[in-house]
């Protein structure tokens, strides 16, 4: 090669040199608490010239004098080369007292962010606190998104420590790829009902390994006065990583590639553009500096890492060398394992074969009983799976191989078992039909709907099992029967008292509510009966059985559908139009409503045709001033007079045959805590005796129920019709 090839070679190595060392920081920059307690690693720096374009930070001193480290507004905690930067963010309240509003952040608590950093959508999550809480979050990223959450409770029993589901306390996740956000939160009713232990709705994005919900969060005296207030803090995570290139483009660009240890490799960004960089296996350190990916020592770290043998280190790896007596051992061995090769051989093959076969019908018995419709629904919708998968043998022993003396439920969709698991945990299991396709969709649209739901008042779906030929639902056990049983059977009446009664159907309508407008998808039930409202020893409330669910899309309030719900139960509106709509749920629970008043069943061959239906019956009567006729005798003796007339307007006004006059469920479950409450401590003295109060109630009140539309409830009502079970 002649001279003048030799300087061109030269130069070239000089202005690569001068190029790369443009993105490598000067040797006196600080890298270990330096600022705060906080380490700085490279690609960030504080110094002039230590951090790479974009990776700029602070260290400012706070009012108490002491130094932190800072990005932008944002106090940093922690900088991992993993991708992540704790930081402190601002809270959004809403606060009030007797005078009315005392503090509101409205749109004030906007979190933006600039160059590399992204809020973290796998480490944080939105959360808001409070019992009449209305909570925002708009993302501004390459498309705008938003999202919240609704959290309301009427007192400090009803919520539960450590569960953030809408009672108290409820969270939703936000999407990939955003920089900059808005938190709005506010209340709809100025906590005027809940003032006295919750005062204030919070908001906040928060690193989720860095909360859990305490009752004591709702007042201000709470264990996490951190947010409590104006201008508080909680800590989140962002994600960061180098450039807006994938790792192929930034490669092809040298002086800018930032994977700089010749030990180092690229890897993308998981929440939006751009790359990092990671040190390969058998190494370790800051892989974006010249030589920062360290051999690692293996022998030194762990001395027994090659047991009685000896290690050798090497470069990114080590190597073994056996004790001699450990090599005869191993020639031994060796030609042991040479005999026993054919046997094992032929036994992994024999098993091989069995268990390929089993897997197979295994699988086939998956798609048989909707498997694939189930993964298309949980993909589409980004929704976990249910809780546990349990295995046939653990069903089979459970259940004593699914006995008849173990069956305590049939259905139209299939029976139910009662089970016993190894830790004396009772359940219940639905072994479901498989006669034709749409009732393998039922099957799968209750698991679906169930794994949307976690309220109390709603029977808990513990897991299911698809590798049999019955696909099979596994439900918390439920031990007091129907609420039908005990409305309609001697044996259970006199544990419903009044009380009862108002609680059973306050603790359902709250569930009811929390499906149509707290669920993180809105859920019509579609077949509210009270033969589909458990009870436990305490008398709670269980709503079950999800088979003829929707999820309604959050753009819509009402689906069409095929007809369908349970003879004397059905909305006439969406019997006639085949609309569903939430009122068509708050009507069947009119039903219900009107079992619990009157004891008698929704439909009755004993009365007369035009009122065979208890809901025309009832209507009529109320039209008709003859309420206290058809109540049933023990509600007539414990109930005052206004309240009784209170509960049944409420359920004439959830019969009425236009949806559109009919209370939303919310509504329904706010007047029926109040009304119950009234029941538990009634503050109006009753001066009269019975017999003058009966007299009184008969000739005094005056009903303004609306007559139901007689074409629409003779149809209901013909003979032989079945609709759903």
Excluded at 89 to 97: E, F, K, L, Q, T
Excluded at 359 to 383: D, P, Y
Excluded at 396 to 408: C, G, L, V
Excluded at 467 to 490: D, K, R
Aim: charge should be negative; proline fraction near 3%; aromatic fraction near 8%.
């Amino acid at each position: 090669m002649g001279t003048m090839g030799c300087w061109h070679m030269l130069l070239g190595l000089l202005l690569l040199t001068a190029a790369i060392s443009a993105f490598d920081r000067k040797p006196d920059c600080p890298d270990t608490d330096f600022c705060g307690n906080v380490s700085i690693p490279y690609p960030f720096g504080i110094k002039e010239g230590c951090s790479r374009q974009g990776f700029e930070l602070d260290c400012n001193e706070t009012d108490n004098n002491q130094q932190k480290l800072f990005r932008g507004p944002y106090k940093v905690l922690e900088i991992t080369l993993q991708g992540q930067m704790r930081i402190t963010s601002h809270v959004a309240a809403d606060c009030y007292n007797k005078s009315g509003n005392t503090y509101n952040s409205g749109y004030s608590k906007s979190l933006r962010n600039d160059g590399p950093l992204t809020f973290s959508n796998t480490r944080n999550t939105f959360t808001a606190i409070g019992c009449d809480t209305v909570a925002f979050i708009t993302s501004y990223s390459e498309r705008k998104f938003t999202s919240g959450c609704i959290s309301f409770c009427w007192d400090k029993e009803s919520v539960t420590d450590g569960i953030c589901s809408g009672i108290g306390c409820c969270q939703t996740p936000i999407p990939a790829g955003a920089k900059s956000i808005d938190i709005d939160v506010s209340s709809s009713t100025n906590h005027t009902s809940v003032l006295d232990f919750n005062p204030c709705s919070y908001a906040f994005l928060i690193a989720d390994d860095q909360f859990k919900f305490n009752i004591s969060d709702l007042s201000n005296g709470s264990q996490y006065s951190s947010y409590q207030g104006n201008d508080k803090e909680v800590p989140l995570v962002l994600d960061w990583a180098i450039g807006n290139e994938t790792c192929q483009q930034a490669k092809e660009n040298l002086t800018a590639y930032a994977c700089k240890s010749s030990n180092s490799i690229c890897y993308e960004s998981t929440n939006g553009p751009g790359y990092l960089c990671n040190c390969t296996e058998g190494y370790e350190g800051n892989p974006y500096l010249v030589g920062g990916c360290k051999d690692i020592n293996e022998c030194e770290r762990d001395p027994y890492l090659c047991g009685a043998g000896k290690c050798k280190n090497t470069e990114g790896a080590f190597s073994c060398t056996p004790h001699p007596k450990i090599r005869l051992f191993v020639v031994i061995l060796e030609t042991v394992s040479s005999l026993l090769f054919v046997l094992i051989v032929g036994s992994w093959v024999y098993w091989g074969l069995k268990k390929r076969k089993l897997l197979k019908l295994k699988e086939k018995f998956f798609k048989q009983n909707g498997g694939l419709l189930l993964q298309h629904q949980i993909t589409a919708q980004k929704v976990g799976v249910p809780t546990k998968i349990f295995s046939t043998e653990e069903l089979e022993k459970a259940t004593n191989n699914f006995d008849e003396s173990r069956i305590i439920g049939r259905g139209g969709y299939g029976t139910v078992y009662k089970g016993i698991l190894p830790d004396q945990t009772t359940i219940a299991i639905k072994k479901s039909k498989i006669a034709d396709e749409t009732q393998i969709e039922q099957f799968i649209n209750e698991v679906f709907i169930l794994t949307q739901i976690n309220h109390r008042n709603v029977v808990k779906l513990l897991g299911c099992c698809l590798e049999t030929q019955v696909p099979l639902l596994v439900y918390e056990f439920i031990s007091n029967g129907t609420l039908s049983e005990h409305i309609h059977n001697e044996a259970h009446s006199p544990s419903l008292s009044l009380e009862n009664r108002l609680r059973i159907a306050s603790e359902t309508a709250g569930a009811l509510a929390y499906l149509h407008s707290a669920a993180s998808i809105p859920i019509f039930h579609r077949d509210v009966k009270s033969t589909n409202i458990l009870l436990d020893n305490n008398l709670t409330a269980k709503v079950s059985d999800f088979g003829a669910s929707r999820l309604v899309p959050l753009d819509q309030t009402q689906i069409t559908t095929l007809v369908q719900g349970t003879l004397g139960y059905l909305d006439p509106e969406y019997f006639q139009t085949g609309q569903l709509t939430e009122k068509s749920d708050v009507y069947s629970f009119g039903v219900v409503l009107v079992e619990l008043l009157t004891g008698e069943k929704p439909i009755c061959k004993n009365r007369s045709q035009e009122e065979r239906s208890l809901s025309m019956y009832f209507v009529t009567s109320m039209k008709e001033n003859r309420l206290f006729q058809i109540l049933e005798r023990r509600i007539v003796d414990e109930g005052d007079v206004d309240q009784l007339v209170a509960v049944a307007e409420l359920a004439e006004r959830c019969l009425r045959v236009k949806g559109e006059e009919r209370p939303s469920m919310k509504k329904v479950a706010m007047d029926l805590e109040g009304l119950r409450r009234s029941v538990e401590h009634p503050w109006i003295q009753k001066n009269h005796e019975d017999a003058t109060l009966l007299g009184n109630a008969t000739e005094d009140y005056i009903g303004n129920g609306t007559a139901i539309d007689q074409d629409i409830l003779n149809n209901l009502t013909m003979s032989g019709l079945d609709i759903g079970w």
